[in-house]
Nanobody, 120 residues
Framework: QVQLVESGGGLVQAGGSLRLSCAAS????????MGWYRQAPGKQRELVAT???????NYADSVKGRFAISRDYAKNTVYLEMNSLEPEDTAVYYC??????????????WGRGTQVTVSS
């Protein structure tokens, strides 16, 4: 019914930048909050940043001032601009979206994840 497809991960040196994208498609009526989470090996999945339908943003303290989340509402796409990357940012990054379907149901969806590796 709904797919979230992420792109933009990869390998980068410390201090470098990457831009992640996530596009939602399917039988979508509306998309509420979209966001990014990450999970490093041996750690729990944690919030990175979220952006609401009203463009309010929220960031983890560890990425404030370095990462920026944005959204293309017409394309149901969320972006994560990551600057000044640190080895500690290495993780699988997952896209998340709270979506209301044409059927009226409102569900929480996850992408498959994209690997971000920052070398020192």
């Amino acid at each position: 019914q709904v797919q979230l497809v992420e792109s933009g991960g990869g390998l980068v040196q410390a201090g470098g930048s990457l831009r992640l994208s996530c596009a939602a498609s399917g039988t979508i009526f509306s998309v509420n909050t979209m966001g990014w989470y990450r999970q490093a090996p041996g750690k729990q999945r944690e919030l990175v940043a979220t952006i609401t339908s009203g463009a309010s943003t929220n960031y983890a303290d560890s990425v404030k001032g370095r990462f920026a989340i944005s959204r293309d509402y017409a394309k149901n796409t969320v972006y994560l601009e990551m600057n000044s990357l640190e080895p500690e940012d290495t993780a699988v990054y997952y896209c998340n979206a709270k979506i209301q379907l044409m059927s009226g149901s409102s569900l929480n969806y996850w992408g498959r994840g994209t690997q971000v590796t920052v070398s020192s």
